[in-house]
Structure formats: structure tokens, C-alpha cells
């Protein structure tokens, strides 16, 4: 168990520091790269999160 809650601690930081990175002073190229990483992280956190399984069927709309 303490595996996982690093693993998800470490996905939180790294969203977060994805969130608070100034995209407006990125060019288009990294500023898509960013957006795509942190739409990632966001939908692996909600496949990932424990508790009653609800999100262990959720679907990214492509």
C-alpha cells in the first residue's frame, strides 16, 4: 500500500508543478506538450484512484 501512495503523491506533485507553469511565455510547441502531459496525468489519476472502483471503468473521450 505505501507503494501506491507514492506512486500517486509523486503523480499528484508532478501535476501540480504541470499546473502552475506559465504557459503563456511557453512557445505553441512546448505549450501543446504540457497540455498533452498534464490531460495524461489527469486521466491516469482518475484510472488510478483508489476507493469504491468507480473510476477503474472511466473512459478518455479521444
Do not use: C, W
Amino acid at each position: 500500500m505505501e507503494q501506491e501512495f507514492k506512486q500517486g503523491y509523486r503523480m499528484h506533485r508532478i501535476l501540480s508543478n504541470l499546473n502552475r507553469l506559465d504557459v503563456d511565455r511557453l512557445n505553441d510547441a512546448d505549450r501543446e506538450r504540457v497540455e498533452s502531459a498534464r490531460d495524461l496525468l489527469e486521466e491516469v489519476s482518475l484510472l488510478t484512484r483508489p476507493g469504491d472502483g468507480a473510476g477503474a471503468d472511466a473512459h478518455a473521450d479521444s
